[in-house]
């Protein structure tokens, strides 16, 4: 189970010859909640990904959500107290500081991302980088009955996952 306190932010991600964003939501230890590929950063977006983190299985639900000064989380924090999507007792903390354990985890997304230097298609992006995530999880320790440093334990998992030979 996640933290009460998130921290959501969002990156950019090159696909063709455009930058796509990567929205994400760790909780305080660094536990990932949930993530999306978005074509634009904009309220919209942020809306979508609002309900997707209140939606997450395994959460709990916040009592403050940190972002940094982007124009849209505002007004989509509001939208979804409106629509009842996020709790009414929650805080929307705009410190720019408050997110550095979310900056520090994009490392190992854009880390993978930069070896395979861009993606082609949004399709591709999305399934690949729904791959790293899942794998960045199990390194954290986030699978039940997974040690974060279980390798042989993680092969399996993944063979089980997708009926590969790992």
């Known amino acids: 189970m996640s933290g009460t306190s998130y921290r959501v932010d969002e990156t950019y991600i090159k696909v063709g ?3 796509k964003y990567l929205y994400r939501a760790v909780d305080k230890e ?3 909640i949930e993530f999306m590929l978005s074509a634009k950063r904009d309220v919209f977006a942020a ?3 609002f309900k997707m983190m209140m939606r997450a299985e395994h959460r709990r639900l916040p009592f403050s959500i940190s972002v ?8 989509a924090f509001n939208a979804g107290r409106a629509e009842r999507v996020v709790p009414k007792d929650c805080k929307l ?3 720019k500081y408050l997110n550095n354990v979310i900056e520090q985890d994009h490392r190992f997304i854009k880390k993978k991302v930069r070896a395979s230097q861009c993606f082609k298609r949004f399709h591709t992006a999305e399934r690949t980088l729904e791959g790293i995530e899942v794998m960045n999880m199990m390194r954290k320790g986030q699978v039940k ?5 279980d390798a042989q334990g993680q092969a399996k998992f993944v063979a089980s996952l997708f009926g590969v030979a790992a």
Do not use: M
């Open 17 to 19: 010859k455009t930058c």
């Open 30 to 32: 660094g536990q990932t």
């Open 47 to 49: 809306k979508r990904f």
């Open 68 to 75: 940094d000064k982007n124009a849209a989380y505002p007004e």
């Open 93 to 95: 903390r705009r410190v």
């Open 145 to 149: 009955r997974l040690a974060g440093s």
